[in-house]
């Protein structure tokens, strides 16, 4: 099983930009995973989205900092129902006595 991570971080910006940016980057990582200081870490299996350097500062819905991060947090949330489909119906085929294909029982792993 996999969860997702949401990792906002400081964005590198040339010396020529006064404010301060962040990257938000969605992360599928193995399953107990708490916390991933890298991208590159082992327990990290992909990166699922990566969003464009954003101003940090703002707190209205119409700053590109909450919408990146409203689009993260969705993005996360739609995978979960996936998630949560899929394994409601890989149940209901190994009660009725069906058997899983290779491919099903790959996403399992």
């Given at each position: ?41 082992k ?18 819905d ?48």
């Amino acid at each position: 099983m996999t969860d997702w991570i949401l990792q906002v971080f400081s964005a590198q910006m040339p010396a020529s930009c006064r404010s301060r940016y962040v990257v938000i980057r969605v992360l599928e990582v193995d399953a107990g995973v708490k916390r991933v200081t890298s991208r590159r870490a082992k327990e990290v299996r992909r990166v699922v989205h990566e969003s464009r350097p954003v101003p940090a500062a703002g707190t209205t819905d119409r700053s590109s900092r909450v919408r990146a991060m409203n689009a993260a947090q969705s993005m996360i949330a739609d995978r979960l129902e996936k998630n949560l489909c899929f394994q409601m119906a890989i149940g209901a085929k190994l009660e009725s006595g069906q058997r899983l294909t290779d491919a099903e029982y790959a996403m399992l792993a």
